[in-house]
């Protein structure tokens, strides 16, 4: 069963056996590509904040992203909140159709 958590960005809440099975026992953003979907898993409460953290990273204008990434906001991160930014990262450049 998937539950829509934002529709214009498609982020979707999926039952965890949806999940590629090396991910089962992660808390994490998976993004699939194959459907363009991105889904929070294992958040338990705050899926839905994570959800809403993953479209407003997305929004960022590209004036906006490239002050964000001036920043070194990262610097002094938790390991959770790196994976999380690289994460968001990610999928906005692969949203933005940048190239590596």
Do not use: C
Request: proline share 5%.
């Amino acid at each position: 069963m998937a539950e829509v958590l934002n529709q214009t960005h498609n982020i979707l809440s999926i039952s965890q056996e949806a999940i590629p099975k090396d991910q089962h026992d992660h808390t994490l953003i998976v993004y699939l590509p194959k459907r363009n979907f991105i889904v929070p898993a294992r958040w338990g409460e705050n899926t839905a904040l994570i959800a809403k953290l993953v479209a407003e990273y997305l929004e960022l204008s590209p004036s906006q992203h490239v002050r964000a990434l001036e920043v070194p906001a990262y610097l002094g991160m938790s390991d959770i909140d790196l994976k999380i930014w690289q994460t968001l990262e990610a999928i906005y450049q692969v949203r933005n159709g940048a190239k590596e």
